[in-house]
Structure formats: C-alpha cells, structure tokens
C-alpha cells in the first residue's frame, strides 16, 4: 500500500488541509515541515483516525476530541479525512504473475459536538471506501472495505506504520517493566509475520483432538483415561483462562502505558506555555483594568454630551453677536422700556378714582374707560417686558461668568480639549489592556482542555495502575509456568493409560494423528518465529550498528552487538568486557531511538510488509553523523520491495540533512498554525482562529504562509504565491 493524498477538514486545528505524499520508487521519501504546534502529530492521528476510528486514538476515550478545541460549545462540527492510496496486487496469468494496482479512496466522517467542559458527543460516524477504475468508483461493501483495510494495514501493528517517535522506544525501555517489553516484541513479529491464521489452525487442532480423546475415553475399560483426561481438560481450560487474562493484562498495560507516554509527550509540549496561574492573573488584572477604562469612557463621553448641552458653547461660537444682543437690551433700559411700571400706575389711579394729572376717574365717564383700556393694552405688552427684563439679567451673568472662565483657562474649549484628551489617553489604555487580555487567554486557550494538575493526576492513577498490571501479570506467568509443568505430567499419564484402553485401531489412529498435527503445527510456528526472529535480529543489528558508526572489532566500541533474544527481548552488547548493556540507562536517548526504528525496519523488511513507514519526530535527540547516517539508511531506495517514508520534521531535524532530502524526497510540503503570530510566524493570515495551513514550500523555501522570524537563520529562500 502506498498513501497518495489525503485531505482533511476539521479535525483538531487542520481545518482545511491536503497533504500529498510521493508514490516514487527512485524517490520514495515525503517529508512534511512543521514547527513544534504546527499540525504534525495531528496530521499522525487524522490518518490513524481514517484507518482505524476512534479506539485507542486518545490518552482514554474521555479524554478523545476530534475537533479544534476552538469549535463553539454545542454547534456540530463535521469532521472527515479522505484518504487516497494504492494497493498492488499479483494476478497469474498464463502461468505467471503480475502485479496490478488499483486506486482507492477511503473517508471516514463523523459529526461531533462539543458540551461544557470536555465533553463531546458524535453521531453519524461513517466509513466509505471506493474502488477506481478507468469506469468510475464502485464502493466496496462495508465488510469488504474492513477486510480491504485489515489485510493492507492490521490493526495490530498500526503503532509500526504510523510512529510516534517520541513514544516508540516502548520497544525499547524498560518502562513497561521487562516482561511486558518482551511482550511488546513478541506481539509485533507475530503480527507482523501474520501468523493469525496458524493461530486459528492450532484452535481447530486442539478441538479436534479433544473430540477424539473424549471418544478413546468413552470406551470400555478406559476409567483410568477419562479420568486423566477430565483433569487435562480441567487443566486446559484454567490455562486457557489465565492465558486469556494475561492477554487481556498485557493489552491494558500496553493501552495505559500508551496513555501514559501520550499525557508526558503533551506535558511536554505544554511545559513551555507559561504557569497557568500566573498567566490567570494576569488575565484578570487586564480584565479588571479594561473594565475600570472603559467605565471611564463611558463617563468622560458623558461629560462630552454634557459639554455640548452646556449654554458656554454659544458664547464660544457666537459671543459676539451674544454681546451685540446684550447691548440691545441694554439700550430698552436706558429708555426705561425695561423694566416696565406703567400697569402698577394705572391700576393704582383706577382704584383711587383720580387721574395723575387731577382729573377725576368716576365710574362710567369717558376719562376712565380711556384709563382702563390704556391698562388693558400694557397688560398685552407686559409679558414681553418681563422676558426681555431677565432676559438681560440672565444674559450679564452668562457673559461675566464666560469671561472669568476664559481669564482663568477654564473656558468651553478648553474643558472640550481636556476631555478629548483624557479620553484619548483611555482609548488608548483601553487597545493595551484588550490586547493583554487577548494574549493571556489565547495562552489559557493553548493551555485550555489540558488542565495540568489534571493530566498529572491521571498520570499518577494510570502509573499506580500499571504497577498493579506489572504484579498481575508476573504472577500470571508463574500460574501458566505451573499449569504448563501440571499439563506435561498430566499428559505423560494420558500416554501411559491410553496404552492399556482396548478399542479400534483407527480411533487411536485419529487421536494420534490429532497429537502429531498439533505438535507439527505449533513447532512450525515456533520455527517461523525462531528463524524470522534471526533474521530480524541481524537486519536490526547491521542497521544499528551503521547508524551509531560502531565498530565491533574495536575493543572499546560502546557497542558491540545488539539483538532480539528467544525470549523477545532486546539486548545490547558493550565492546568493554562483554558487558550487556541496560537500555534504560546505559544508552543514550538518540541510541534508543536508533535502536527502535531499527528494530521496526528490521522486522518490516523480513516480513516483506509493503505499507507507508510515517513517522512523527524522528530525529529528535540525534546529530551530526548519527543523524546523517539514520537519515542516510531509512531512506535507501531499496532493491527488493517497495518503500514509502513519510517523516514529519521540525526545521531544526532537516538542518545537517537537506543534501539528503533533495535526494531522496519526492514531495516535500509544510505545515504552519495561524496561532503562531507574531511570536513565531511572520504575516497574519486574517484567520478567526488558529488553523493549520499546509503550502508547497520545501525543506529549503518560506513564503507569506510558513515565513517565521527565524528564517534567516535556516537560509530559506523566499518563494512568491
């Protein structure tokens, strides 16, 4: 199987991404760029995903998100990886083979929606899986498109196709304690050898010979026989059950020390984001400072509303005719127009009957109705009077107290330019503290869904967990070692009695026939192991060798030889004395890691597997030589079957080997994460939030995509579009 493309929408930050990998013989290696956050390891788990589903993807299935941690609580999320690879297949045809390849596009979907907290829920999971041809696509049936899946790429062996290379060297440390690493060896070449089927040989065998037996043990005078043979078959089922719950055991020391690794890998990642609770201070210092600014604002724009309602603005901008209109009024006064008396008089001389010159007023005469209409028309004139009175009043005081302002600074404009001022210098405070408060929460959102003390509780419980399956698992294997040694006596017994049971031939023939078949069928399977287990041990050993540049006639070589013992455990030789090296502690981390992916290239060259090899950091903790010779020989296009490596590198990982990769890449592309600017990345994307985007830049260009501030650094060449 060879990856072709595969596109990705949603899942985790890679919102919209296609990735395309190098189908070339001559050319066989696909090196994807990307920076520590950049996508990478989400690039690992989208193809896992697609392959396999969601089991065994995450630390533990609470814990499992598919989308961006970004994604809105309770808005449904689609998330889909379309994956297109090919597959070659021999045909026989007139007497010989030929191979055949066919296309295929495999996409899994899924809609998930995010609740409070971590919790998710997802519905309408699918797996499509089409077959092209030069007619069209024609999708395969459901259980086809899983067996397609199976026989390309099985399940058990997916941790060796798709690598993490920081948590690989379980096959290597004694973390998992020695049995389960034995353990861990011993399931790899078994799957990878594909022995499934003589597994499922071995079970046909042994029900077969235990209907035979039954049947020896059911004729006359066999007592003695069924006896023996009730205590076999009570000894075989306690060894079949204690050998399923060391299975099972073993399966969940794997799966929890998965998830331990994961968790430390991810602690790892986070050490550097900042402490959480000083970040959140920070935060609420910011928020608490903004909220004070902006209430603030809000008062010194309402001091400007104010402003503008204040009766100053019109001595401001129109005084003067203001002071003209005083001068008016001014004038009435001085002809004592205003204030006016003229009603008081006339009502005065009404009352007393008598007119002001002498004459008299009596009722009815023609002097007083000349006298009361006089009133009648100053009472219509009076109300103007008054308005224009303190109109004149109103307006010296306004006018005095303009000119004090104006004298002591205080006037309109400048009250209107101490307020713009202030609030400028607000605003501005306001842009500063939104913008820290931005940068803690966007530090508390890489921080968010990772509660810290979290992860280091579970990793406490998980660890306290594993130690218990260790125990478990060691007095297991002393129970199966004891039920074993009772099986052996139990059966030299059987023989003995079955030699003194009296019935036809050909039923002792059937019984006998059963025994050696079994026996045939396990010894084969044991020399299958054994001899590829040889094999497997010398390809590991000459690749190691190579890429540490040790030589094992030098008496003081570090290394002298490494192998796979009978025992499924792996063993490392020191030149000093012959000593035997502890991997844990005796070698160092870049050796670990040469060591386990030789290891695994060991064993999928001798199995002939012929699957894409990706792996996420492979040349973390190596350097100089080491890292030009590991480079150097997994990238070898070899001779004898075909070959797809795919490494998912930092920039510093390609710096020493970029003369390699021109060489040997066929595709080479990079990924970048929105959230990286400014810090890291150089040009704002104008993204709503962090996304991944992959461009067609090579190990050796930037462009306004991937362009960061170390660059130059690196010597990149700057690529337009």
């Known amino acids: 199987m060879k990856l072709r493309r595969v596109t990705i929408k949603n899942f985790k930050l890679l919102t919209d991404v296609e990735v395309s990998f190098s189908t070339s013989a001559e050319k066989p290696l696909t090196v994807i760029r990307a920076e520590n956050g950049s996508g990478k390891t989400s690039l690992l788990y989208a193809l896992l995903w697609a392959f396999y589903g969601t089991k065994d993807l995450g630390p533990s299935p609470g814990e499992l998100r598919l989308s961006s941690t970004h994604w809105p609580p309770r808005e449904p999320c689609e ?70 899946i199976r ?54 065998l042994e029900h077969a010979r235990a209907t035979f037996r039954k049947r020896l043990a059911a004729a006359p005078g066999a007592q003695a026989l069924e006896e023996i043979q009730s205590k076999i078959d009570l000894a075989t089922t306690s060894q079949a059950a204690l050998t399923e719950r060391e299975t099972a055991a073993r399966e969940r020391h794997v799966n929890i020390t998965e998830a331990i690794d994961k968790r430390d890998a991810r602690l790892y990642e986070l050490k550097d984001l900042g402490d959480r609770d000083k970040i959140t201070k920070q935060r609420d210092v910011a928020k608490l400072a903004l909220t004070t600014a902006e209430a603030q604002l809000e008062a010194q724009k309402r001091a400007q509303r104010d402003l503008m309602k204040n009766e100053s603005i019109c001595w401001t901008f129109i005084g003067s005719t203001l002071e003209r209109g005083i001068g008016v009024l001014q004038g009435l006064a001085d002809l004592n127009v205003i204030p006016g008396t003229a009603v008081e008089v006339l009502r005065d001389r009404i009352e007393l009957g008598q007119c002001i010159c002498g004459e008299g007023l009596e009722e009815g005469s023609a002097r007083r109705q000349a006298v009361v209409a006089l009133l009648q028309e100053q009472l219509r004139v009076e109300p103007n009077r008054q308005r224009l009175t303190g109109l004149l009043h109103s307006s010296r005081l306004l006018h005095d107290q303009h000119q004090q302002q104006e004298l002591s600074g205080e006037g309109w404009l400048a009250r209107l330019d101490e307020i713009e001022t202030s609030r400028a210098g607000i605003e501005r405070q306001i842009r500063d503290q939104a913008e820290a408060l931005k940068e803690c929460e966007e530090a508390l959102r890489r921080l968010a869904d990772t509660d810290i003390n979290r992860l280091l509780d579970a990793q406490v419980r998980d660890r306290a967990k594993r ?24 059966e030299q017994r059987y023989e003995v009695a079955k030699a003194q049971v009296k019935v036809s031939q050909n039923l002792h023939d059937r019984v006998d026939v059963s025994d050696d078949l079994l026996r045939l069928v396990q010894k084969t ?19 190691f060798m190579r890429i540490a540049g040790s030589t094992p006639e030098v008496p003081t070589a570090v290394f002298n030889e490494v192998r796979i013992t009978q025992g499924y455990d792996i063993e490392v030789q020191s030149g000093g004395y012959g000593r035997t090296l502890d991997p844990d502690f005796e070698i160092n981390g870049a050796s670990k890691r040469a060591l386990t992916l030789s290891f695994i290239w060991a064993l999928m060259e001798v199995a002939d597997v012929s699957a894409p090899r990706i792996i996420d950091t492979p040349l973390g903790m190596t350097s100089g030589g080491v890292k030009q010779r590991f480079v150097d020989l997994l990238t070898q296009p070899p001779s004898d079957h075909e070959l797809q490596i795919v490494l998912l590198m930092t920039r510093s ?20 994460c929105s959230y990286q600017f400014p810090i890291d990345l150089v040009n704002d994307w104008g993204e709503a939030g962090p996304a991944v985007k992959a461009c067609a830049c090579t190990h050796r260009q930037s462009c306004h995509v991937c362009a960061r501030l170390d660059d130059h650094a690196h010597k990149l060449i700057y690529r337009e579009g």
């Open 79 to 148: 998330i889909s990886v379309r994956v297109e690879f090919e597959a070659t297949d021999y045909e026989t045809y007139a007497g010989q083979e030929r191979p055949t390849t066919t296309t295929y596009v495999l996409t899994r979907t899924v809609i998930e929606t995010p609740g409070d907290g971590n919790v998710v829920t997802r519905e309408r999971e699918g797996l499509i899986v089409h077959a092209q041809s030069d007619q069209g696509a024609d999708r395969l049936e459901d259980a086809a498109a899983r067996a397609l």
């Open 525 to 543: 399977m044991e020399t299958l192991e054994s001899e590829y287990l040889d094999r497997a041990s010398e390809r590991m050993n000459d690749l």
């Open 653 to 672: 990982e390609v710096a020493g080997v970029e003369d390699l990769i021109d060489a040997r890449a066929g595709m080479v592309e990079t990924l970048s």
């Open 151 to 204: 026989r390309l790429a099985p399940e058990e062996i997916k941790n060796i196709f798709f690598t993490d290379g920081d948590s690989v060297q379980r096959f290597i440390t004694g973390e998992l304690g020695p049995k389960a690493r034995q353990a861990a060896v011993h399931e790899a070449v078994r799957a990878l050898l594909g022995l499934d089927s003589l597994r499922t040989a071995v079970l046909d």
């Open 467 to 490: 130690d218990e399956f260790v125990t478990e698992l060691a007095e297991l294997a002393l129970k199966i070692a004891e039920g074993k040694a009772e099986l052996e006596q139990l």
